[in-house]
């Protein structure tokens, strides 16, 4: 990874650029109001970004309740990606998951992308359920993907 990028915990000011990449990443985003309650009163959210000096390219969400990590959302600004950042970004959340307890980790996917599909296979994830209509802006359905942490 290039010396120019870090991670950090997102932070309530980070919302305005977080808010780009989610429009950018995402047809149905996120609203301010709710990255606020994430990071404000979500006492089970944690959020890392990933700068390139001051602008943040990317970020990843996740809930963590137990023993449990459950991905709430990862993206990154369209020119960073293929670039080996959302893995990066991912291996992050698998060392903060793990640092807080948990034990294993979900994430639900589009069943059409593969390109996440894949990068998620790759970092050890397995199929479970299909979540039928999932996805609110045009009912596709979602892949349930787990694994273990330890």
Same mark, same amino acid.
């Given at each position: 990874?290039?010396?120019?990028?870090?991670?950090?915990?997102?932070?309530?000011?980070?919302?305005?650029?977080?808010?780009?990449?989610?429009?950018?990443?995402?047809?149905?985003?996120?609203? =301010?109001?709710?990255?606020?309650?994430?990071?404000?009163? $979500?006492?089970? !959210?944690?959020?890392?970004?990933?700068?390139? %000096?001051? /602008?943040?390219?990317?970020?990843?969400?996740?809930?963590?309740?137990?023993?449990?990590?459950?991905?709430?959302?990862?993206?990154?600004?369209?020119?960073?990606?293929?670039?080996?950042?959302?893995?990066?970004?991912?291996?992050?959340?698998?060392?903060?998951?793990?640092?807080?307890?948990? =034990?294993?980790?979900?994430?639900?996917?589009?069943?059409? $992308?593969?390109? !996440?599909?894949?990068?998620?296979?790759?970092? %050890?994830? /397995?199929?479970?359920?299909?979540?039928?209509?999932?996805?609110?802006?045009?009912?596709?359905?979602?892949?349930?993907?787990?694994?273990?942490?330890?």
């Amino acid at each position: 990874m290039d010396e120019s990028l870090s991670f950090r915990f997102m932070k309530e000011e980070d919302i305005d650029q977080v808010l780009i990449i989610e429009h950018e990443s995402f047809s149905t985003p996120w609203s =301010r109001e709710a990255f606020i309650n994430e990071i404000a009163t $979500n006492q089970f !959210a944690v959020y890392i970004v990933l700068e390139d %000096g001051n /602008q943040i390219v990317g970020y990843c969400g996740a809930w963590i309740v137990v023993d449990e990590a459950h991905i709430t959302n990862v993206a990154l600004l369209p020119g960073y990606r293929g670039k080996k950042l959302g893995e990066a970004l991912m291996l992050k959340m698998f060392s903060v998951a793990k640092e807080l307890g948990a =034990r294993t980790m979900t994430l639900e996917v589009r069943v059409s $992308n593969d390109v !996440a599909q894949s990068l998620y296979r790759k970092l %050890g994830f /397995q199929d479970g359920a299909i979540r039928k209509n999932y996805y609110t802006d045009n009912q596709e359905d979602a892949l349930v993907m787990w694994v273990n942490l330890t």
